[in-house]
């Protein structure tokens, strides 16, 4: 037995990956993980290219060289936006660089499970294979929260809330694949959280030069809900001089602009639920994603939730892995039979 | 000895939920044509339609079978035709050519005064929906949209009596609509839908008038959106034999073209993926039924993502009635010298 399994490993390579809208991520069967921005940029001219000197640049290496780059971020909402050839591309060299972070040995086969976003059309799955099936010899496409489930053997009686940047996808667990019926997205998410933060921002300080890649950085590291004691200072210029500026009042108010859908979904899908099992699935709910990260978010989410009984809520431990490191779980735990038609 | 039990149930589960998937991934890829394609219902009066339709080809065949479709290539001037492969070309008599292309043959003039009142149809409405995007979006709602728009606009100008067939949300047959536009005694008549690919990413923009379709998909097109009307056999017989001495092919021809070229002209500048599919004759019955210069104009494609974001948001509705408008007016005052130089340097 153990020995058809080490073969198994030497010939197939299993990965996970998750595409988001603004990171992506990849777990390897190999051990290696990589992460990178969801962003691609392909050089503007000629002399772009001598300066950057790479046909393609992916994540924050595109950002810093963005002035010299078409810049693309193709997942807008957690999809590829269709009928738009370059996205079809930015998205390709995405997994294409995903899998070849992964290391894969030469002559490897590679198996690979992606992480969708959870209300993701029937088209939008299959635009997501269309894409990924050159670079891997075998695909399935699973919805991101439901990888996120499986990675952390929430099977049964559960709710994870998985906030990205384009969407926030919830998804109840009930012994079973998730049906349409369990699975429920926002749109209310990060870039939302980027949306308003920006237009406070503007309001309160409208002399100040910023662009809508500080105010993201700004809010990666500052984000908050309800209070936090310390002080929050960025700089920013004023007529090219350096200015602090107190953002404190903006981030919360920016974060604390998804706190209502996110509840009020939450909630509601509760309620849809078996009322048998209600209670077990508040007593298990997990947040993932990057806005898991928003601190007091768990916090507020179980407050607000305690008007329907005691619940729980907890956090995903890395937040960056949880979707590629359980879509590469599903992939290991996967029949071989199981791969071979896909 | 419990924890054992736990492990094997867990472990049950857990195959379970890896088959659902394995499954659910196998019909991603197997349904992938069924699910895309439009579903289409044969129901007894769509059949009787075809048959009418076959009825019109053989009955009236001589009469328009010698409309060139040459012609329209160079009519439709600076843009430039994509021909899908599946786009026949019919035979092309060069004297009709000769005819069509005649620049003393005013269509203004062909209608004496002038054109003074006009019909705008908003497509479907009510139960029928029409297409519906992956939004959803639905046909009728834009279509009304654009038709009220497009209406308000040839107000403005004071000259034309504008009718609609319709002005809100309801069910209104084909035959109805036909019958209108003849009570209001109309000029010209005007049909706004919306377009639907289910396997094409892209954008199409398309003007039909009356005749015998050039290929199947046109055909198909015919057959969806003739399905309301509610003609008996004997009527339909009627129509075809007026249609000998009334039917204005070559004006509808004109009007069409015209609407065609501006709409194609400005949705390119928007919509990278606009592609023009031209005239087109297609026997529509709305088109058919109207004594008029009858166009239907497909404009916009609701199964473009891009496009149905933008169908709605209002400035793009409002161009769209922008471009009927022009292709409307330039089909009317052709021929009348400096007009174009005028409206072209009018702002939008």
């Given at each position: ?342 | ?48 339609l075809?048959?009418c339709i076959?009825a019109i080809v053989?009955l009236a065949g001589g009469n328009y079978l010698d409309a060139p479709l040459l012609a329209e290539k160079q009519t439709a001037g600076?843009t430039?035709m ?5 786009s026949?070309e019919l035979p092309n008599p060069?004297d009709f050519k000769a005819f069509i292309t005649n620049a003393d043959v005013s269509v203004s003039r062909t209608f004496g005064l002038g054109v003074k009142t006009i019909m705008i149809d908003a497509g ?19 279509a009304?949209?654009i038709a009220?728009?497009l209406k308000?606009?040839l ?5 034309f009596h504008v009718v609609m067939t ?8 084909l035959n109805k609509r036909v019958e209108l536009a003849r009570e209001a005694k109309a000029d010209l008549f005007v049909s706004i839908h919306l377009n ?8 199409i923009i398309e003007t039909y008038y009356f005749g015998p379709s050039a290929d199947?998909k046109t055909q198909?097109l015919a057959e969806q959106e003739n399905?309301g009307s509610?003609y008996?056999?004997?009527e339909f017989?009627e129509i075809i034999e007026k249609l000998g001495q009334k039917l204005k092919l070559q004006e509808s021809r004109e009007l069409a073209y015209s609407i065609q070229k501006n709409l194609f002209a ?10 023009n599919f031209g005239v087109k004759r297609a026997p529509f019955v709305v088109l058919l039924g109207a004594e008029v210069p009858a166009v239907l104009a497909e404009v ?20 769209i009635a922008?471009d009927l408008e022009a292709g409307i007016l330039d089909y009317i005052n052709k021929g009348e ?12």
């Amino acid at each position: 037995m153990a020995q058809t399994d080490t073969r198994k490993k030497d010939e197939v390579l299993f990965v996970g990956i998750d595409l988001g809208t603004s990171r992506s991520s990849i777990s390897a069967g190999n051990g290696k993980r990589e992460w990178i921005e969801s962003f691609v940029g392909w050089p503007k001219d000629f002399i772009a290219m001598q300066v950057v000197g790479k046909p393609v640049l992916f994540g924050s290496e595109a950002l810093q060289n963005r002035l010299s780059l078409d810049i693309c971020r193709p997942l807008e909402h957690g999809v590829i936006k269709e009928g738009i050839n370059r996205n079809d591309e930015a998205v390709k060299e995405i997994i294409r660089h995903l899998i070849e972070l992964s290391g894969p040995a030469s002559g490897q086969k590679i198996q690979a499970v992606v992480g969708v976003p959870a209300d993701t059309l029937k088209v939008n799955k299959l635009a997501i294979r269309k894409a990924v099936t050159e670079f891997v010899h075998s695909l399935m496409v699973v919805t991101e929260p439901f990888a996120v489930a499986y990675g952390m053997n929430l099977l049964n009686n559960s709710m994870v809330i998985d906030i990205g940047a384009g969407t926030a996808d919830f998804c109840i667990m009930h012994g079973s694949i998730p049906s349409e019926e369990d699975q429920k997205t926002v749109l209310t998410a990060g870039d939302y959280i980027d949306e308003q933060l920006f237009s406070y921002l503007s309001e309160k300080y409208p002399n100040s030069k910023f662009n809508k890649n500080m105010v993201r950085q700004f809010k990666e590291q500052y984000s908050f809900v309800r209070d936090t004691p310390e002080e929050i200072r960025v700089e920013i210029p004023v007529d090219g001089k350096p200015v602090m500026h107190d953002i404190k009042n903006e981030i919360r108010r920016a974060c604390e602009s998804i706190l209502p859908a996110l509840a009020e979904t939450t909630a509601e899908m509760i309620a849809r639920f078996d009322p048998e099992f209600q209670v077990k699935i508040k007593n298990n709910i997990v947040l993932a994603g990057g806005g898991s990260l928003i601190r007091g978010l768990r916090e507020h989410l179980q407050d607000a939730l305690k008007e329907y009984g005691p619940c729980k809520v907890s956090c995903v431990e890395d937040p960056l892995f949880a979707g590629s490191d359980g879509a590469l779980k599903l992939a290991q735990d996967m029949p071989s039979k199981y791969w071979e038609p896909l | 000895m419990i924890s054992a039990f736990f492990r094997k149930k867990e472990l049950r589960v857990r195959q379970e939920i890896l088959k659902g998937i394995y499954e659910e991934n196998l019909r991603i890829i197997g349904k992938k044509k069924g699910a895309l394609l439009r579903q289409r219902t044969f129901s007894p009066n769509r059949l009787l339609l075809i048959l009418c339709i076959a009825a019109i080809v053989v009955l009236a065949g001589g009469n328009y079978l010698d409309a060139p479709l040459l012609a329209e290539k160079q009519t439709a001037g600076g843009t430039v035709m994509r021909q899908l492969p599946w786009s026949a070309e019919l035979p092309n008599p060069s004297d009709f050519k000769a005819f069509i292309t005649n620049a003393d043959v005013s269509v203004s003039r062909t209608f004496g005064l002038g054109v003074k009142t006009i019909m705008i149809d908003a497509g479907h409405g009510g139960v029928d929906s029409g297409t519906r995007g992956k939004m959803g979006t639905a046909e009728k709602d834009i279509a009304l949209d654009i038709a009220k728009r497009l209406k308000s606009r040839l107000d403005k100008y004071g000259r034309f009596h504008v009718v609609m067939t319709r002005s809100e949300d309801v069910t209104l047959p084909l035959n109805k609509r036909v019958e209108l536009a003849r009570e209001a005694k109309a000029d010209l008549f005007v049909s706004i839908h919306l377009n639907y690919l289910p396997s094409k990413p892209i954008n199409i923009i398309e003007t039909y008038y009356f005749g015998p379709s050039a290929d199947s998909k046109t055909q198909e097109l015919a057959e969806q959106e003739n399905a309301g009307s509610q003609y008996g056999l004997g009527e339909f017989k009627e129509i075809i034999e007026k249609l000998g001495q009334k039917l204005k092919l070559q004006e509808s021809r004109e009007l069409a073209y015209s609407i065609q070229k501006n709409l194609f002209a400005n949705m390119e500048k928007e919509n990278g993926n606009a592609y023009n599919f031209g005239v087109k004759r297609a026997p529509f019955v709305v088109l058919l039924g109207a004594e008029v210069p009858a166009v239907l104009a497909e404009v916009s494609c609701l199964s473009n993502r891009q496009e149905e974001k933008q169908l709605n948001t209002e400035a793009h509705r409002e161009n769209i009635a922008h471009d009927l408008e022009a292709g409307i007016l330039d089909y009317i005052n052709k021929g009348e010298a400096g007009y174009g130089a005028d409206r072209y340097a009018e702002k939008r």
